[in-house]
């Protein structure tokens, strides 16, 4: 009953951007302070690679954001702001501390390689039928005429 939603339409909006804000404060705390925006797309493909955590949940996120989405829902006016700068908090504090002591993070080391770039410009992330693996190729060098399903 979709139209319901409407006669409290507000109440909804702020219930879904509370919890909401707390995805984001997780993603930016990811992206940027622990994986420092390197991420190793083969492994996000494998499954039982080191995305798979605890039955394939990561536990610092499910915490973060059930905590900081809770927090920002009860904090009326402030909730986007909050839920956002706690859940990343939470995560990081989390994966830190806790999860990335058992969980190993390939891009996550002492150096930083390039090897773990997401896209940077004149490369392509490419499956290997062969090897059944993901290999990064420069885009001149990728032959033209096959079939790839990503396109």
Not at 88 to 94: D, K, R, T, V
Not at 98 to 124: H, K, W
Not at 130 to 149: I, Y
């Amino acid at each position: 009953m979709p139209w319901k939603i409407l006669d409290n339409l507000f109440s909804f909006l702020f219930s879904y951007g509370a919890f909401l804000s707390a995805i984001g404060g997780i993603m930016v705390a990811d992206y940027y302070f622990i994986r420092k925006r390197r991420i190793n797309i083969p492994d996000l493909y494998r499954e039982h690679g080191q995305f798979h955590y605890v039955r394939g949940f990561n536990p610092a996120g499910i915490i973060a954001w059930v905590v900081a989405g809770t927090v920002a829902f009860y904090s009326a006016q402030w909730a986007f702001v909050l839920g956002f700068f706690l859940g990343g908090l939470i995560y990081f504090a989390i994966m830190r501390l806790f999860v990335m002591r058992r969980f190993s993070q390939n891009e996550c080391g002492p150096e930083i390689s390039d090897r773990y770039l997401g896209t940077s410009a004149g490369y392509n992330w490419v499956y290997d039928r062969e090897l059944r693996d993901f290999k990064r190729v420069l885009s001149s060098e990728l032959d033209k005429d096959v079939s790839r399903e990503d396109l």
